[in-house]
């Protein structure tokens, strides 16, 4: 860990030993009657990370109250082991009718994350039709190109240049200027 270990000022100072979570029994914090320590469980050293999950939830299932705040902080936490899809498996076989986009501090976050990602895959679709229309275009008039330079094409040609990327097509309609032949602008 590269945190500080120690505080120092003009007329103070103060040493502490860091301790890495990790390698803290998580087990005894899955004991506690707080459900805080059970949720800071996953955290910490386990013999059987889906099971500690399973417990966590079942205390979580169980509360009165705050069930909300209590799934949130143990899906972020779990985040952090990368057992989040296995909170999510686990919140499935709960009843737990909890929506996390409902928590006031979290869901307008995860509802912006979700249409960012939308946008995005909206956009990468824009994006992927404009590159088709491009390279269909640059064929087009590569195809005009050739057939005024040397007559109707190949069958071989054309197998050749629908296998061509847009920027393929792009070269070949400057080198069709100079080509002497189209086995010549093929190559």
């Known amino acids: 860990?590269?945190?500080?270990?120690?505080?120092?000022?003009?007329?103070?100072?103060?040493?502490?030993?860091?301790?890495?979570?990790?390698?803290?029994?998580?087990?005894r914090l899955l004991e506690s009657r707080h459900v805080g320590?059970?949720?800071?469980?996953?955290?910490?050293?386990?013999?059987?990370?889906?099971?500690?999950?399973?417990?966590?939830?079942?205390?979580?299932?169980?509360?009165?109250?705050?069930?909300?705040?209590?799934?949130?902080?143990?899906?972020?936490?779990?985040g952090l082991r990368h057992l989040s899809e296995a909170v999510e498996?686990?919140?499935?076989?709960?009843?737990?009718?909890?929506?996390?986009?409902?928590?006031?501090?979290?869901?307008?976050?995860?509802?912006?994350?979700?249409?960012?990602?939308e946008l995005k895959g909206e956009r990468k679709g824009e994006l992927k039709g404009e590159l088709k229309g491009e390279r269909k275009g640059e064929l087009t008039v590569l195809r005009r190109l050739i057939e005024k330079r040397f007559g109707a094409i190949p069958s071989w040609a054309a197998e050749q240049l629908d296998r061509r990327s847009t920027a393929e097509l792009e070269e070949l309609s400057v080198r069709v200027l100079d080509a002497p032949s189209i086995e010549d602008l093929m190559k």
């Open 1 to 27: 860990m590269r945190m500080e270990h120690e505080l120092r000022g003009p007329d103070l100072f103060f040493q502490y030993r860091l301790i890495d979570i990790r390698t803290l029994n998580g087990d």
């Open 37 to 78: 320590d059970n949720i800071i469980a996953i955290l910490a050293q386990l013999r059987d990370p889906e099971e500690a999950i399973h417990r966590i939830m079942e205390r979580i299932a169980g509360l009165a109250a705050d069930r909300e705040t209590a799934l949130a902080q143990l899906t972020i936490l779990a």
């Open 89 to 117: 498996q686990e919140r499935r076989k709960m009843p737990i009718d909890l929506d996390i986009r409902e928590h006031e501090v979290l869901g307008p976050m995860i509802i912006e994350a979700e249409l960012q990602a």
